[in-house]
């Protein structure tokens, strides 16, 4: 076989000219997706990736894209688990910087974290409130018999 020209496509007969399926590229997404989770990745690398995702043809143009990333573990457990398993190696991390166990990753990072827990709190005081005042059944609470008619004053 001949060299291909600059610019063309190259043939479909070869291991490098495959075209890629959708199934193969959203298997590079959720690689993509990981390797952010497990701090390889930024989110700007990340969404500069998957921008290119969207161009690539071909299975070996799609492989160059997690080609400095390592192979997943053939024992990795699909779904959800390894995003929560990060999550939760995520806020220990996070839990150990804002009590000061752990150096501050990066400059802000405390004060970001520290503006987030504070938010949380509001947004579960603000939840505890609501349940109280309208109350946590249906009906909310049974009524006291506070009305005037409810007396028996006549």
Do not use: K
């Not at 959203?26 to 921008?51: F, I, S």
């Not at 991390?93 to 150096?103: F, H, Y």
């Amino acid at each position: 076989m001949s060299e291909n020209p600059a610019g063309s496509t190259p043939p479909t007969d070869t291991a490098d000219g495959i075209r890629c399926s959708d199934a193969e590229r959203e298997q590079v997404r959720a690689a993509l997706y990981a390797a952010a989770g497990e701090g390889r990745l930024t989110m700007d690398e990340v969404e500069e990736r998957l921008a290119r995702i969207g161009e690539i043809r071909f299975r070996h143009e799609l492989a160059e894209v997690t080609a400095d990333l390592p192979a997943p573990l053939p024992d990795a457990a699909p779904g959800w688990r390894p995003i929560v398993a990060a999550a939760r190696r995520n806020l220990a991390a996070d839990l150990a910087v804002l009590l000061g166990r752990a150096p501050e990753p990066a400059p802000g990072r405390r004060r970001l974290l520290m503006v987030v827990t504070v938010l949380i709190g509001l947004v579960v005081a603000a939840a505890i409130v609501l349940a109280a005042v309208h109350g946590f059944g249906g009906d909310g609470f049974e009524p006291h018999g506070i009305d005037a008619g409810e007396h028996g004053h006549g």
